[in-house]
Nanobody, 121 residues
C-alpha cells in the first residue's frame, strides 16, 4: 500500500517562511512527477509547483521567486520551501505524486492528507 505523509505546515506572519515535507512509502516500483497543490477556503485546488524525477520544475506564477521545490529520490521525498509568505498563500497544501506501485503496470495519482498553512498579515 502506497501513501504520502506530509509535515511542516503551521501559522506564520506575512514575510515569514515555512518548509513542507512529504514522504512516499509502501511498495513503490517507480515514482515520477511529484508536486504540491493548495486549496484555499471556497476555492478549487490549484497546482503550486511540480518536479520531475530528473529535477525539472514548474511553478505557478503566484509563487515564482518565493517558493522552491526539491526532491530526494533516495528518500522518495519532496520538499517545499516557502519564503516571503503572503496572506493569500493561506490554504491547505497537498502533496501529490505519480507512482507506479510494485506489481502494477500503470501509474496512479496519490495524494497526501493535506497540511494547513496560515499566513497572517
Amino acid at each position: 500500500q502506497v501513501q504520502l505523509v506530509e509535515s511542516g505546515g503551521g501559522r506564520v506572519q506575512a514575510g515569514g517562511s515555512l518548509r513542507l515535507s512529504c514522504a512516499a512509502s509502501g511498495s513503490i516500483f517507480s515514482l515520477k512527477t511529484m508536486g504540491w497543490y493548495r486549496q484555499a477556503p471556497g476555492k478549487q485546488r490549484e497546482p503550486v509547483t511540480t518536479i520531475t524525477s530528473d529535477g525539472s520544475t514548474n511553478y505557478a506564477d503566484s509563487v515564482k521567486g518565493r517558493f522552491t521545490i526539491a526532491r530526494d529520490n533516495a528518500k522518495n521525498s519532496v520538499y517545499l520551501q516557502m519564503n516571503s509568505l503572503k496572506p493569500e498563500d493561506t490554504a491547505v497544501y497537498y502533496c501529490n505524486a505519480k507512482i507506479r506501485p510494485t506489481g502494477f503496470i500503470k501509474e496512479y495519482n496519490f495524494w497526501g492528507q493535506g497540511t494547513q498553512v496560515t499566513v497572517s498579515s
